[in-house]
């Protein structure tokens, strides 16, 4: 295919076009097969790379930190607590400093712009592992997996459900624009995407036939649907005392059976995970004690049911990771 992203960064899909995208998904499924059959590819060996953490994390941690491991390399682990970064050391200093030492960083943090600054003064690729703006990796593993339930993922609706302008809803209409996917907004007005953003994403759209949907109207967001999607109601950095104000505006657009039952017969209920969906977290036990709700974005027995995907895309989080530090790495 004449693709090569040797060298590159991966902070937001934006920058990537559908075919680099698409070279990525087929990497990542080559090395799905390897893992699965036991096939090694420490095709990274002696390179060493260093994950930078300003937020918690479990699946994009362990998934990073497996890759590089099953790839050969040297892996380092650094959070807000233990490195001078920020507080001692301003971005771009720290950024010289592991570019001398590292072949590749991936960062976890707030401002889409630390992720840029860090590929600017570092000189070597970054992965945005999330930042408050976009959550590119998450969304690879997505698109794997919508493609393994579909195949041809050209003209399928996904719908998000929730806070639809936040960092996976942003990079979920992205990655439909770039792939000529249906992609459908559907909460209340004022947690839809910054309209800069949705602009960009019609201009992509124009050229891929892509179509984007804005609604407050639930049973309009499952129409027709083949992806059912939502995420948390706060993201991590929101404050607490949000939660009120949340839990007022989202309730009606929890995905629950009688939404599904609403969407195409053969419709998947997707993740980024974590999620509230029981009371067997110290937060969902806090929610309930306060606003009475058992599950919050998605209830339990949709989680449970058959249309459910979480855990595929959570495996996928690590394949796809994988391909993006081996394409860029190599
Ligand atoms: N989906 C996701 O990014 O999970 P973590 O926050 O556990 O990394
Ligand atoms: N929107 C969520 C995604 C977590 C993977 C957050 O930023 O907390």
Redesign the pocket.
């Known amino acids: 295919m004449g693709i090569s992203l040797s060298g590159r960064s991966f902070l937001t899909l934006l920058d990537f076009t559908p075919d680099e995208i698409r070279y990525l998904l087929g990497l990542a499924d080559e090395f799905k097969r390897m893992k699965r059959t036991g096939t090694p590819h420490r095709y990274l060996e002696g390179k060493q790379i260093v994950l930078l953490f300003e937020k918690t994390s479990t699946r994009t941690r362990c998934s990073f930190e497996v890759a590089g491991r099953d790839l050969g390399m040297g892996v380092t682990f650094l959070d807000s607590g233990s490195s001078q970064m920020g507080k001692k050391e301003s971005l771009a200093d720290t950024a010289k400093v592991l570019g001398r030492m590292f072949d590749g960083i991936e960062y976890r943090g707030y401002k889409q712009s630390v992720v840029e600054d860090l590929a600017k003064y570092s000189g070597i690729p970054v992965w945005n592992g999330?930042t408050d703006d976009f959550?590119p990796t998450?969304m690879l593993a997505d698109i794997l997996t919508v493609q393994e339930e579909f195949h041809d993922v050209r003209g399928r609706k996904l719908t998000f459900f929730g806070d639809a302008r936040?960092?996976?809803a942003n990079s979920l209409m992205v990655v439909c624009s770039k792939l000529g996917m249906r992609f459908c907004a559907c909460g209340p007005k004022e947690l839809w995407p910054e309209e800069s953003l949705i602009e960009k994403c019609r201009k992509i759209a124009d050229e891929t036939g892509a179509e984007l949907e804005f609604t407050d109207d639930p049973a309009i967001g499952a129409r027709d649907c083949d992806v059912l999607y939502t995420?948390?109601w706060l993201?991590?950095g929101e404050p607490d005392e949000l939660w009120a104000k949340r839990i007022e505006l989202l309730q009606k657009y929890q995905v629950n059976k009688e939404l599904i039952a609403q969407a195409k017969p053969d419709a998947i209920f997707m993740h980024?995970l974590p999620a509230f969906h029981d009371r067997n977290t110290t937060v969902g036990e806090r929610i309930y004690q306060t606003f009475g709700l058992e599950a919050m974005e998605v209830t339990d027995d949709v989680f449970l049911g058959p249309q459910a995907r979480q855990f595929d895309q959570a495996e996928n989080r690590m394949h796809t990771i994988k391909a993006v530090m081996y394409a860029t790495l190599k």
Do not use: G, K, P, R
Request: negative net charge.
């Open positions: 999330l959550h998450q936040n960092n996976v995420d948390i993201s991590m980024c």
